[in-house]
Nanobody, 121 residues
Framework: QAQLVESGGGLVQPGGSLRLSCAAS????????MGWYRQAPGKERELVAR???????NYADSVKGRFTISRDNAKNMVYLQMNSLKPEDTALYYC???????????????WGQGTQVTVSS
């Protein structure tokens, strides 16, 4: 069984910065994409940033230029550096990974428990 655990969330003032971390552990044969999604109250979960093994990235238009995703494949970790935070960035941020738990299983989507980011003065 694989687990994704996020950390680094918290309360920050507008214009501030936070760095989120996510560690994948447990039964992991291989990982393809890793990334971050978020869900604000009353809204659907949305893509924030995503990175493939190749390093190719996708960002939501709303965060492009402010957020940077990175990953350490050797450590099965993914990070999200968030700068110039805005109140509208307030949400529960979820770590995502497409991974293969064992050689006898195929890839499936896995999610962390979420870490709260609140941007407010």
């Amino acid at each position: 069984q694989a687990q994704l655990v996020e950390s680094g969330g918290g309360l920050v003032q507008p214009g501030g910065s936070l760095r989120l971390s996510c560690a994948a552990s447990g039964s992991i044969f291989s990982i393809n994409d890793m990334g971050w999604y978020r869900q604000a109250p009353g809204k659907e979960r949305e893509l924030v940033a995503r990175m493939a093994l190749s390093g190719r990235t996708n960002y939501a238009d709303s965060v492009k230029g402010r957020f940077t995703i990175s990953r350490d494949n050797a450590k099965n970790m993914v990070y999200l550096q968030m700068n110039s935070l805005k109140p509208e960035d307030t949400a529960l941020y979820y770590c995502y990974a497409s991974l293969r738990p064992t050689p006898s299983t195929w890839f499936s989507d896995h999610w962390g428990q979420g870490t709260q980011v609140t941007v407010s003065s």
